[in-house]
């Protein structure tokens, strides 16, 4: 059997395995896929690919690995067959947020001539991309709400969910604490619109788990 047409079968056990949430069979035919490429493959399998292994690396919470896959072929997206390219957008942004450098974030999602092509037709998606980097960090958690619930909705974000949620308090209170000496719970409760009892309680077990430190 040509290698190319080897691809394409294992290509469609990925697309069984999204379709009854097939856990098992997924993470298997990754690595089946992952070996044939390694062999040969042309661009465009190669690009549908990444879209596969992006979604895989969700399931296992490396977002950061998945934010990466979907940049690589946000220019080249063509696998329309897994997902709609607004929802591939909505993907990578998702993943980006909460593993791109600042000035990563900037350049490959909010000023991203792709992303902008479609951004606006996703409810909250700019507002909590763009007030992430703006450290409008009130309005990013009350967009948050709207991204947190069409999460929800998805089979592969599902899950994940209080991790997503643990780790974009993390990344966001890293940004704002690294612009002050010394901050108090009240100013801060003013900037997220949070309470200071639930910020007093948040940061006392991210600091006490060595998640956030200061210098």
């Not at 190319?4 to 294992?10: A, R, S």
């Not at 070996?35 to 596969?52: A, I, P, S, Y």
């Not at 089979?155 to 643990?166: D, E, I, N, S």
């Amino acid at each position: 059997i040509p290698l190319g047409l080897k691809i394409d079968n294992i290509f469609s056990l990925l697309l069984i395995a999204m379709t009854f949430d097939d856990g098992k069979l997924f993470k298997s035919n990754i690595s089946v896929a992952r070996t044939l490429l390694e062999q040969g493959g042309d661009w465009d399998r190669r690009n549908r690919f990444k879209v596969f292994e992006g979604l895989y690396n969700i399931t296992k919470r490396n977002f950061k690995r998945a934010s990466q896959l979907f940049l690589d072929g946000i220019a080249t997206f063509a696998a329309t067959e897994i997902m709609s390219y607004k929802t591939f957008i909505f993907y990578t942004c998702i993943t980006g947020l909460i593993s791109l450098e600042r000035k990563d974030l900037k350049k490959h999602i909010i000023d991203g001539s792709e992303v902008l092509s479609v951004v606006r037709d996703i409810p909250f998606l700019r507002a909590y991309i763009n007030s992430c980097y703006d450290c409008e960090y009130k309005l990013l958690f009350e967009s948050f709400i709207g991204i947190a619930d069409a999460m929800q909705l998805d089979k592969f974000l599902a899950p994940h969910m209080r991790f997503y949620g643990r780790e974009l308090r993390i990344k966001i209170f890293k940004q704002y604490l690294d612009s002050y000496r010394s901050v108090t719970f009240a100013s801060m409760s003013k900037q997220f619109g949070l309470s200071p009892e639930f910020l007093d309680s948040t940061i006392s077990k991210l600091v006490i788990s060595g998640r956030l430190l200061q210098n």
